[in-house]
């Protein structure tokens, strides 16, 4: 089982490798639900990481839960792709919906035009889309060309979307279902043990007082987030990877000898 790991900073990224993670998703602002990172925090953590592993790149240029992009949106992400290709990125995260909700196969085939042939993942706009039409979207994801689906099955939290996941598990053979949202040590064998998932995604943080606190807030309008941030726990990725270890060991057949 493989736990991807999503992080916005290079402490976050350093610590999710010491704790056994399998692969980052890397961006900016996951307070946002996650943005485009910048090249330079790629660059260095690709030198610096303690062991290599794979790094999906999100491209998303900007919040908001609509995932409908204009040209110039669409033209800015398609330059970040080509970037993060060049600079050696594994893969990428992304998805785009049209003015109706819906996916926008031409916006999206744009994008993965600009991949090449590196694996992208389908984000969490697709649990923006309509339920009922669960399985009709994944069938088109995986047509489009994306290797997986990152998905809490349209519910806030994964645990929540327990049936839909196992829906889209058996699915297609060319598409991988990844559990995520609200991933924790205190779900995440029920999650995996439910849906069968090989592949599941946390963000594992924990919140860290800032040496340095100031009084002036720059955006922020809660009070906390001036003096804390938030970062990615060691202790807690490797307390998911144990949980998965055990899992799939415990679900190994035993071979008997004559």
């Known amino acids: 089982m493989l736990l991807e790991v999503c992080v916005d900073s290079i402490e976050s990224a350093i610590n999710a490798v010491n704790g056994g993670a399998g692969r980052l998703e890397l961006c900016s602002a996951l307070s946002e639900g996650g943005l485009t990172p ?119 939290k994964a645990e929540n979307g327990i049936s839909q996941i196992k829906q889209l598990m058996n699915l297609t053979s060319d598409l991988i279902v990844m559990p995520g949202s609200g991933v924790n040590a205190k779900n995440l064998e029920m999650i995996l043990k439910e849906t069968g998932a090989k592949e599941f995604h946390a963000s594992a943080r924990v919140e860290k007082e800032l040496k340095v606190k100031q009084s002036i807030d720059l955006g922020n309008s809660d009070k906390d987030a001036v003096e804390k941030i938030f970062v990615c726990s060691e202790e807690s990725v490797k307390e998911l990877v144990e949980i998965a270890k055990r899992l799939e060991s415990s679900a190994e057949p035993t071979i008997q000898e004559d």
């Open 38 to 156: 910048s090249p330079g925090v790629f660059k260095v953590l690709k030198k610096s990481l303690p062991r290599p592993v794979p790094i999906f790149v999100m491209i998303r240029p900007r919040a908001g839960n609509d995932f409908h992009y204009t040209k110039l949106e669409l033209d800015s992400m398609v330059e970040d792709i080509e970037l993060f290709r060049e600079l050696g990125a594994d893969g990428f995260v992304f998805g785009a919906l049209d003015d109706n909700g819906r996916i926008d196969a031409i916006a999206n085939t744009t994008l993965m035009n600009a991949v090449d042939d590196l694996p992208v993942t389908f984000h969490r706009c697709f649990d923006m889309l309509p339920p009922k039409d669960l399985q009709i979207n994944a069938l088109l994801i995986a047509e489009l060309g994306f290797s997986r689906i990152l998905t809490s099955g349209c519910a806030a």
